[in-house]
């Protein structure tokens, strides 16, 4: 009768066992060389219908994978004749990185891969049709198969004295498992039934704070053909030098993110801060998530241990929508020395913002942009300005909406205003459509003014 024959890769004793069933052949010959001595060994004994001479059929699955990622126990090729005339319909099932060799007819057949895990992937598809004519020897029917996990947890440490390990806890339908993660290490899990799953981080030193989405805590869903990550950032301070956020508070009115903190640092070197708008837990709630404004080692605030900072972030989403958000900050020194990520609730702002007694922004000349202020009310503690640009002016890349561009990244903390020198390599006047000014008390409310003719 006739017998298809199974390759198994990497394994020197069934090297052996060919071998000898195959007349005593050396058993140093590579697979592949026993390859072509099979397919011309291969006869029938006792069915009248089976081939005596090729061709064959040689079926394999090349394999992409990460270390520790699961690619199946068992592959199942289901070999079809497809007139049905010859009535050849047989499954075969192998081990993932076996090699199949089966003696056909000429004829054309289709090919049915199955036993592929969820988390694997079939270059184009597990469905194939192979044409065999006559006087072929071997046709080779080559599976690309990619398999990511289901679910993995990255760790990414850096910075003075970096944590060396955590302890890490996944919970959800299936599954409820702790163990321990290296400070730069790679957790795969699989085998998880769908559902809704959550990723937590723990025994992270005083010093280190964890700056990815979601923070110490990643929700995550696994679905039949989803693979996800869980992609935990952590940064490390060096406690003599970290920057402190002694206040912060932030409010959303008019399309805008308005916010306002005090920050402390022993050095003087500030550079830049990171903002969202979240769930409160650490998870940002914008489709592009959150931004990062750098700057402040060359701005006003440039050498101070305690420095106030003003800052205001066009978003134009409906307020409603913020309610019951939160505004996170995080500010980090020219070295990477970072405070804890800080969240402030929206909608505890206690009142309106300042009003000024007059402000005017005007074209000096078409090679200046000056702003005139005047604000009365004691309860004044700094401004941030931004200006409304054409689309383009400042990105390169027209998106639908004007481009906004700011004074300073730290705003300023009275009604002097600096002129904007316009032309000679910089933003000419007509690039320039108003000017918005956020007006900050000393609770971090704020109010939004715009001046939308620069001419009078």
């Known amino acids: 009768m006739t017998r298809p024959v199974v390759l198994q890769s990497g394994a020197s004793q069934d090297v052996a066992q060919l071998g000898r069933r195959l007349g005593g052949l050396a058993v140093r010959l590579l697979p592949w060389a026993l390859l072509v001595t099979l397919l011309f060994g291969l006869s029938s004994c006792d069915n009248p219908n089976a081939p005596n001479n090729p061709p064959y059929i040689a079926i394999v699955a090349i394999i992409s994978a990460p270390e520790g990622t699961q690619v199946g126990v068992t592959y199942n090729y289901r070999v079809t004749e497809i007139s049905g005339t ?34 694997c ?76 799953y959550e990723a937590d981080l723990s025994h992270i030193a005083p010093n280190c704070v964890v700056t990815n989405d979601g923070g110490r805590h990643i929700k995550f869903t696994v679905a039949d053909t989803v693979r996800t990550v869980a992609d935990f950032r952590i940064v490390c301070s060096d406690e003599t030098k970290r920057p402190h956020i002694d206040f912060f508070a932030g409010s959303y009115h008019d399309g805008t993110s308005g916010f306002m903190f005090r920050v402390a640092d ?25 931004r990062v404004r750098r700057g402040l080692s060359t701005d006003r605030v440039r050498g101070e241990e305690t420095a106030t900072v003003f800052g205001a972030i066009e978003l134009g989403l409906p307020d409603a929508d913020m309610q019951g958000r939160c505004t996170s900050i995080r500010v980090e020194d020219e070295y990477g020395n970072s405070t804890p990520v800080s969240e402030e609730v929206i909608g505890n702002e206690s009142g309106p913002g300042p009003t000024p007694s007059s402000f005017n922004a005007i074209f000096t000349t078409i090679s200046s942009l000056s702003a005139n202020l005047v604000i009365n009310d004691p309860s004044f503690a700094g401004s941030f300005v931004a200006a409304r640009m054409r689309d383009g002016a400042l990105s390169g890349t027209p998106d639908g909406q004007p481009d906004i561009g700011v004074y300073n ?20 006047y007509y690039d320039y459509y108003a000017v918005i000014l956020y007006l900050f008390d000393n609770q971090g409310n704020f109010s939004r003014i715009e001046d939308d003719d620069l001419f009078n």
């Open 121 to 196: 992937l079939v270059q184009d598809g597990t469905e194939r049709l192979l044409y065999i004519p006559d006087g072929t020897n071997t046709a080779m029917l080559r599976y690309q198969v990619s398999c990511q996990s289901q679910f993995s947890a990255i760790t990414a440490t850096d910075g003075f004295q970096a944590d060396q390990a955590y302890i890490y806890r996944i919970t959800g339908p299936s599954l409820d498992t702790t163990g321990i993660l290296g400070a730069n290490d790679t957790l795969r899990v699989d085998g998880l039934a769908p559902g809704d």
């Open 409 to 428: 990244t730290a705003g300023f903390t009275d009604v002097l205003l600096p002129t904007v020198p316009l032309g000679s390599g910089r933003p000419p």
């Open 86 to 119: 010859l009535h050849f319909d047989k499954t075969y099932p192998v081990a993932p990185s076996d090699t199949l060799i089966i003696p056909v007819k000429a004829a054309t057949y289709q090919v049915s891969l199955t036993g592929i895990p969820p988390q």
């Open 266 to 290: 022993p050095d003087g070197d500030v550079e830049r801060y990171f903002w969202d708008i979240t769930d409160c837990q650490g998870k940002s709630v914008l489709p592009g998530g959150g």
